[in-house]
Structures are given as C-alpha cells and as structure tokens.
C-alpha cells in the first residue's frame, strides 16, 4: 500500500514536469490541483511527513511558475 502512494506521489510530479517541458504548461496546471491531493492524502495516511508532502507542493508550484 505503501509503496503505491509512493509511486502514485512520483508518477504525477513526472507527469506534470514532463507536460511542462513539452510546453504543455495548461495542462500542467490542471493536473496540479490532483498532485496537491496526492501529497496531502499521502501525508495523512503516512507515506511521506507533512512536512515533505508540503515542500513537495511549494517546489511544484515553483517549477511551475517559471
């Protein structure tokens, strides 16, 4: 269960990075509200800390803003 969290976690930041680097940068932004919920519901159950699950959301939207 674990470690399909943390994949889930992993798959959706490659995804929207992916997206962006394509210059797909809409469809990056939609897909960003569905990676907030995967970090928060990973963080809840404990698969990653808050914390990280929270740096995770900020470097995103970082990366996404550039």
């Known amino acids: ?3 399909s969290k ?3 976690v992993a798959d959706i930041v490659r995804k929207i990075k992916k997206l962006k680097a394509e210059g797909k940068k809409d469809e990056a ?3 960003i509200s569905s990676a907030y ?3 928060d519901k990973a963080a809840k159950r404990g698969v990653i800390k808050k914390n990280a699950a929270s740096r995770k959301k900020s470097r995103l939207a970082k990366f996404l803003k550039k």
């Open 1 to 3: 269960m674990n470690l």
């Open 37 to 39: 919920k995967i970090f």
């Open 6 to 8: 943390k994949r889930e």
């Open 29 to 31: 932004q939609k897909l």
